[in-house]
């Protein structure tokens, strides 16, 4: 569904915000995005979007090279990804109801459509009762519920989320990553960026690290962090866990590039 | 694409009635410069006009002394007679002078009967082929050819007006320019405020994949609506200057200004120059902000 090839991106005049970075997510896969700021999860996720094109390398998502993407092809892309931001960005002066549909009717959905989509999805995110209520009134995992069906409500192959649960508090964080969940078993890829180490840890998902721009792990059912030292050693090996990655290490597996390899002798799913 | 009509104008009449206060500034600005520039070529065909009727009858009169001698008179006729650029002349002797005096003078009795046949000038009254020829032709007779008292021609008087509304039309349409930059750039700063005041859902448009146009077109739309309105206000501030140049000629017979009252057509191509510049500006404006501060 996605795929790095050895992927460098920098910024005027910056250290590179991502060096030669390599992996592959699978249709349906839940990754997390881990690594502290800087790190260069946001440009990852830009990247996927095609908000920024790499230096070197390719991103391609549903097996299209975004490289060779030209410029008015870029909103179909986006129409097969949704987007969910830690500061939710809804709309204030339309309702619950009127922010998911902007999301159809700016790509031309017609009304009729628009209607039945809308309320299905309310529905699922659990805010059926509220369709009405201005963004202002709700709280803040129901505003995150409202931007997770504007993202949602177009069906996309993807789902990206930057740090979703950053304004959140823990228990209602839980109830965001239900609902994740919930969509992830849909079918949708889902790629999530965060600093939640609780979340990261309850979940068991994959996890993907970054540390300065490098892959510095990639591990099935991780968890948010490990000791220090461990980031360099392990840097560029995909682990099944700590020990298991340094395991494979020393059977010469090549490093990054190989996720799918790794994937397939997951067999713990 | 899902450019539905009722979205377009629901977004456009959002955006300007937000931004009104910046809307109403580029549309004033839009309006005044338009008004200036109608009143420039309606200026400039009414004195195209008076032009005309000059040249009807583009003329050349050669005075001869009262007293010149029938020789000197001889003279003049075929130096007249051998001017290729003189098509056709009539000679007014004496008698003829003074009757076509005394009928210039009817409303001065006074200076009418003051004059006698023989101290009235007697006249070649000559048609020229082109106007061009009028100040070479009258500097010509008027310099030193004896028995010639003064020769005058319409035409010089026409090249004084031309030059008079050459320069006040320059002046026109250099205020006029300068004031279609600052509404451009009024209209383009109107636009970029909108833009600014939408980011979030233009934000939003782009992630979910909305195309360029799509996002493009309200914004575009909008300036081009104060572009209209600037040019509506104008093809007012110019037909009603044109009826009151009317009611002007009309109630006082103000002669000079017969010519600036033009025909409906003349008045109508006008109008539409003023809105089709008042449509660039707005469309330009609008575009040129969008393509540089709705960067998608």
């Given at each position: 569904m996605i795929r790095f090839e050895n992927v460098t991106k920098s910024y005027k005049g910056?250290?590179?915000?991502?060096?030669e970075v390599s992996l592959e997510i699978a249709k349906g896969e839940f990754v997390f995005l881990v690594g502290?700021?800087?790190?260069g999860k946001t440009t990852f996720l830009k990247l996927m979007l095609r908000e920024e094109v790499p230096d070197k390398g390719r991103v391609l998502v549903a097996g299209r090279d975004l490289g060779g993407l030209s410029h008015w092809r870029v909103p179909y892309l986006r129409r097969n990804l949704g987007c969910v931001f830690q500061?939710?960005?809804?709309?204030?002066?339309?309702t619950v109801a009127e922010n998911v549909a902007f999301a159809l009717e700016v790509i031309g959905r017609s009304r009729s459509e628009i209607k039945g989509q809308v309320g299905q999805v309310l529905e699922l995110v659990g805010?059926?009762?509220?369709?009405?209520?201005?963004?202002?009134?709700?709280?803040g995992g129901e505003q995150q519920r409202v931007a997770i069906a504007r993202a949602f409500v177009n069906r996309p192959l993807v789902l990206l989320a930057?740090?979703?649960?950053?304004?959140?508090d823990p228990a209602t964080s839980q109830g965001i990553m239900r609902l994740l969940d919930r969509i992830n078993r849909t079918g949708t890829t889902v790629v999530m960026a965060t600093h939640d180490v609780g979340i990261v840890d309850a979940m068991r998902r994959r996890v993907v690290e970054l540390d300065h721009g490098h892959l510095v792990r990639d591990q099935a059912r991780g968890v948010y962090g490990y000791g220090g030292e461990m980031n360099t050693s392990t840097r560029g090996i995909p682990a099944v866990s700590v020990g298991a990655g340094l395991a494979e290490a020393a059977d010469g597996?090549?490093?990054?590039?190989r996720v799918a390899a790794v994937r397939a002798r997951r067999g713990d799913r | 694409m899902g450019l539905s009509i009722d979205y377009v104008a629901k977004e456009t009449a959002t955006n300007l009635w937000r931004n009104r206060m910046m809307a109403l500034a580029a549309i004033l600005t839009v309006a005044v410069s338009l008004s200036l520039v109608g009143t420039s070529l309606l200026l400039r065909q009414a004195v195209n006009r008076q032009i005309g009727q000059f040249g009807q009858n583009v003329s050349l009169e050669v005075f001869m002394n009262a007293n010149a001698s029938t020789q000197q008179l001889a003279d003049v006729r075929s130096m007249i007679e051998q001017t290729?650029?003189?098509t056709h002349f009539t000679y007014l002797n004496h008698q003829q002078s003074y009757q076509q005096a005394k009928q210039i003078l009817a409303g001065n009795p006074v200076a009418a009967d003051a004059l006698t046949p023989a101290i009235v000038p007697t006249v070649f009254r000559c048609q020229l082929a082109?106007?061009?020829d009028a100040a070479a032709l009258v500097a010509t007779f008027a310099n030193?050819?004896?028995?010639?008292?003064r020769a005058t021609s319409p035409l010089q008087s026409i090249h004084v007006l031309e030059q008079v509304s050459n320069v006040l039309q320059i002046i026109l349409i250099v205020v006029a320019i300068l004031l279609l930059v600052s509404s451009l750039v009024l209209i383009l700063n109107a636009i970029r405020m909108a833009i600014f005041a939408r980011r979030l859902e233009v934000g939003v448009m782009k992630l979910v994949g909305a195309t360029n146009w799509f996002i493009r077109v309200p914004f575009m739309l909008e300036g081009l609506v104060q572009g209209l309105l600037g040019a509506a206000a104008a093809v007012v501030i110019v037909l009603l200057s044109n009826i009151g140049v009317n009611y002007l000629v009309r109630r006082y017979h103000v002669s000079v200004l017969s010519?600036?009252?033009?025909?409906a057509h003349d008045l109508l191509m006008t109008e539409l120059v003023v809105v089709a510049v008042g449509v660039v500006i707005g469309v330009a404006g609008s575009s040129v902000a969008v393509r540089r501060f709705l960067d998608v």
């Open positions: 910056a250290t590179p915000a991502l060096r502290s700021s800087g790190s500061d939710f960005r809804l709309l204030p002066n339309k805010l059926g009762q509220k369709h009405d209520r201005m963004p202002d009134e709700l709280s930057d740090e979703p649960t950053g304004n959140l597996e090549p490093a990054t590039g | 290729p650029q003189i082109s106007p061009a030193g050819v004896p028995g010639v008292y010519s600036a009252v033009l025909p």
